[in-house]
T-cell receptor, first 111, second 115 residues
Framework: GQQVMQIPQYQHVQEGEDFTTYCNSSTTLSNIQWYKQRPGGHPVFLIQLVKSGEVKKQKRLTFQFGEAKKNSSLHITATQTTDVGTYFCAVKTGGGNKLTFGTGTQLKVEL | GAVVSQHPSWVICKSGTSVKIECRSLDFQATTMFWYRQFPKQSLMLMATSNEGSKATYEQGVEKDKFLINHASLTLSTLTVTSAHPEDSSFYIC???????????FGPGTRLLVL
């Protein structure tokens, strides 16, 4: 089945530093979504990308979809303690709205 | 935004008992609900897809007789873990989508501990 890998698995940064997580697929993707899961919480939808080379921004978060639509990245500028959590990419598979989640990147931010 | 609730938020039960978890879409009609399981430090794994009024579609390796799913209305789906064992202890999360709501909205999850 569809496999989506994320790197790094963990990232520990000082507050104010930047953070990037990468999502990679061996197959071409029709779309990619990003979710944030706070510790003890549930996934919260952040954004969906569908176009080759698409770049979207949400305040300090920048999302990018690769030209070949096989990879994506989430970049956070000047991290804050509120950014702590695990970031997952997810792709729609099998028709409909069925999602396959990536392996996730756990972000910890130190003061 | 769309709101999905789950009940209970956590449950502790004895091995061999059955546990029912409810997932409700509060402000939209969810034609499709999804059930996921997440073990500590791991990603979400889709267990099954549930469409209102029809049988659930289970992912490979998920026992349909152990994890009973019912989606009797457009706002409610239930997951029953039958004859639960300690290895079934996990975080169970539902999500819902439907109509104008294309994105999956997730419930807050249910933590199950089987002793």
């Amino acid at each position: 089945g569809q496999q989506v890998m994320q790197i790094p698995q963990y990232q520990h940064v000082q507050e104010g530093e930047d953070f990037t997580t990468y999502c990679n697929s061996s197959t071409t993707l029709s779309n990619i979504q990003w979710y944030k899961q706070r510790p003890g919480g549930h996934p919260v939808f952040l954004i969906q990308l569908v176009k080759s080379g698409e770049v979207k921004k949400q305040k300090r978060l920048t999302f990018q979809f690769g030209e070949a639509k096989k990879n994506s990245s989430l970049h956070i500028t000047a991290t804050q303690t509120t950014d702590v959590g695990t970031y997952f990419c997810a792709v729609k598979t099998g028709g409909g709205n069925k999602l396959t989640f990536g392996t996730g990147t756990q972000l910890k931010v130190e003061l | 935004g769309a709101v999905v609730s789950q009940h209970p938020s956590w449950v502790i039960c004895k091995s061999g008992t059955s546990v029912k978890i409810e997932c409700r879409s509060l402000d939209f009609q969810a034609t499709t609900m999804f059930w996921y399981r997440q073990f500590p430090k791991q990603s979400l794994m889709l267990m099954a897809t549930s469409n209102e009024g029809s049988k659930a579609t289970y992912e490979q390796g998920v026992e349909k007789d152990k994890f009973l799913i019912n989606h009797a209305s457009l706002t409610l789906s239930t997951l029953t873990v039958t004859s639960a064992h300690p290895e079934d202890s996990s975080f169970y999360i539902c999500s819902a989508s439907g109509g104008a709501v294309e994105t999956q909205y997730f419930g807050p999850g249910t933590r199950l501990l089987v002793l």
